[in-house]
């Protein structure tokens, strides 16, 4: 039996159990849009821009550790999305894209928005440097099999975005249903690797003979679902943990063993322990250059006082940053099993006398630093007072996206984070406008949970239109704009090292401005409000959060550094120092006072 190849493709994604497919239209797929529309499982969620279809299937992606389904035209719909995509690849999120191209008996002859400058329907090269494969269907009966691939190379080994590229007339082409059948009969997981025993005992006679050990965990071990194991581990041996900013919520910032985040936002505390260690376990992190302030040398990390071990299910990234005593390709769910059997089998349970006291006594001396500017009533309001009234009134199970700037390296520094994966980062790229787009995915993932963003009015400003989805499918999540009338970032960092801010600031005829992004909001009927002083926040944020629909609050904010006790080299390259040369110490050794605030 013959059928419509758009028809089977529908089927094929309501057998994977896909529930949405998030996209704009284009005439290269509207076939594909006359068989969603048919569909009774499958539902098609319409933004108005390409990338809050690539962010918002981030979002989902990340919220049930499935790959997502991002549907785009060619051209300029593709082009459009290729941040959401990168920034997907970058946080290692699963995705399957599939872009609408020229007909195939067209390609070269220039049809309607054909990229072709450096060979014929070549619109899929456009996607090679982030996805894991870019695949273009050539032939209707290798389009199953296509199909199956990707989605199994996007959620295997490191997950990432895979593209088909499908020419247009591929989706309106009959094909025999013998094709899809073959592959539906296809098993959806690959297994993935585990350590070998005699590795296992290696890392556990290291940890277990340790003097100092650390154990640095980033996103993967939220990715691997190895939560349980890594607090098991920790606890067993009294090791304590530092993480990444991806790594938040892989143990609780409540835990006493957790020291907090690294790097150039991290500070002097978790910096010193992670530098002194003489083991240091990374568990799914890359070593990346925030986390290890730049790679320079004593100050998060120092490879002649300590033994690496590194686990990661990337064997590109094992060895990448630091030399290894061991490196190991593993799923770190799987890794953690074998490492604590291998443990339990050589030692008991370890106490490190007086480790989660002086623990505790950072924190606590932390957290009364910070008490009388988070309690500070000034207007506009400190941002560290906006994280305290958000962290007093949202549930420890809500899920809260971050953007750029005090959203994110601030909440990764001093907001707790209870459970895993109630905190969504955007890390690698560092995407404005991620969290605004990522919450509305988050949100039909998980419609159950209260779902935020933390986010700048630069970051927001970026694509305001996300709000019409919102609007147009009754996605009930909060946006909090935390608005300095800036893209404060980088307005500090450029203050601190040319006394301007030229570019980066929003002003007219020298006063602060912006879009009333309240009234912007309810121009799209979404409910909002802009915040008139720091008393009225916490009850606003609270009617918003119980709103069950779609909220927009405008809070003004104070643009103040979030405190940086590591070191970035870019404030070395803007004010040069004698001894540091390409992110190289040349004499003496770096200091963390050295560093410049960036926000």
Not at 231 to 236: F, G, H, P, Q, T
Not at 345 to 363: H, N, Q, T, V
Request: hydrophobic letters at 40%; a negative charge; glycine letters at 8%.
């Amino acid at each position: 039996m013959k059928k419509l190849i758009s028809e089977q493709l529908v089927e094929y994604l309501e057998n994977r159990d896909t529930k949405y497919v998030f996209g704009l239209c284009g005439h290269t797929v509207i076939a594909m849009l006359d068989a969603l529309e048919k569909s009774e499982k499958l539902k098609y969620i319409s933004v108005r821009h390409e990338q809050i279809a690539s962010t918002a299937a981030d979002g989902y992606a990340r919220a049930t550790g499935k790959a997502s389904v991002v549907m785009c035209h060619l051209g300029p719909g593709l082009t459009n999305a290729t941040t959401g995509v990168a920034n997907a690849q970058a946080d290692s999120i699963p995705m399957v894209v599939i872009a609408g191209d020229v007909p195939s008996y067209y390609f070269g002859k220039h049809p309607h928005q054909e990229v072709n400058l450096h060979a014929d329907g070549s619109q899929y090269e456009i996607y090679r440097p982030f996805v894991k494969r870019a695949f273009r269907i050539d032939t209707p009966e290798l389009f199953p099999e296509i199909l199956d691939r990707a989605f199994r190379l996007a959620e295997s080994g490191r997950p990432g975005p895979v593209l088909i590229s499908v020419p247009m007339d591929m989706f309106s082409r009959e094909l025999d249903t013998r094709f899809f059948e073959r592959v539906q009969n296809n098993n959806l997981k690959t297994i993935r690797p585990s350590l070998e025993r005699e590795t296992a005992k290696k890392i556990a006679k290291l940890l277990v003979e340790a003097e100092r050990p650390v154990i640095h965990v980033g996103g993967g071990v939220i990715l691997s679902k190895a939560t349980e194991e890594l607090k098991e581990l920790v606890e067993y041996l009294d090791i304590p943990v530092s993480r990444t900013l991806m790594g938040q919520g892989a143990l609780s910032d409540r835990h006493p063993l957790m020291l907090g985040m690294t790097g150039f936002w991290g500070t002097d505390f978790i910096n010193d322990k992670t530098s002194n260690a003489d083991v240091i376990l990374g568990l799914g992190t890359r070593f990346a250059e925030a986390d290890s302030s730049s790679w320079y040398k004593g100050v998060t990390f120092n490879e002649d006082n300590t033994k690496f071990i590194q686990i990661d299910i990337a064997e590109e990234e094992v060895g990448r940053n630091y030399p290894l005593e061991i490196g190991a390709v593993a799923d770190i769910k799987l890794a953690l099993q074998e490492i604590l059997k291998a443990v339990k089998e050589i030692s008991g349970p370890i106490e490190r006398k007086g480790l989660k006291e002086e623990i505790a006594k950072f924190k606590h001396d932390f957290k009364e630093a910070n008490k009388k500017i988070e309690n500070d009533l000034r207007f506009p309001m400190t941002p560290q007072k906006i994280l305290k009234d958000v962290r007093e009134v949202l549930p420890e199970d809500a899920i809260i996206c971050t953007d750029v700037g005090w959203n994110k390296n601030g909440v990764g520094q001093q907001f707790d984070i209870v459970n895993p994966g109630t905190i969504i980062h955007p890390g690698g790229f560092a995407t404005m406008g991620f969290g605004s787009a990522a919450l509305l995915g988050v949100k039909l993932a998980k419609p159950d949970k209260k779902v935020i963003t933390l986010i700048g009015d630069g970051g927001f400003g970026t694509n305001p239109s996300v709000l019409a989805c919102a609007k147009e499918y009754n996605i009930p999540v909060v946006w909090v704009v935390m608005n300095n009338y800036a893209f404060g970032t980088i307005a500090g960092l450029e203050k601190s090292h040319y006394n301007h801010n030229f570019g980066t600031v929003f002003k007219i005829d020298g006063e602060p401005y912006n879009p009333e992004w309240a009234d912007i909001a309810k121009g799209y009927g979404i409910k909002a409000k802009k915040v008139k002083s720091a008393e009225e926040f916490k009850e606003a944020f609270e009617e918003a959060l119980n709103s069950n629909e779609p909220y927009l609050l405008d809070v003004p904010m104070e643009n103040i550094p979030v405190p940086t006790d590591g070191i970035w080299n870019i404030n070395d390259i803007y004010t040069p120092k004698d001894n540091v040369f390409e992110g190289h110490l040349m004499s003496g050794e770096a200091t963390r006072s050295s560093h410049v605030s960036t926000d």
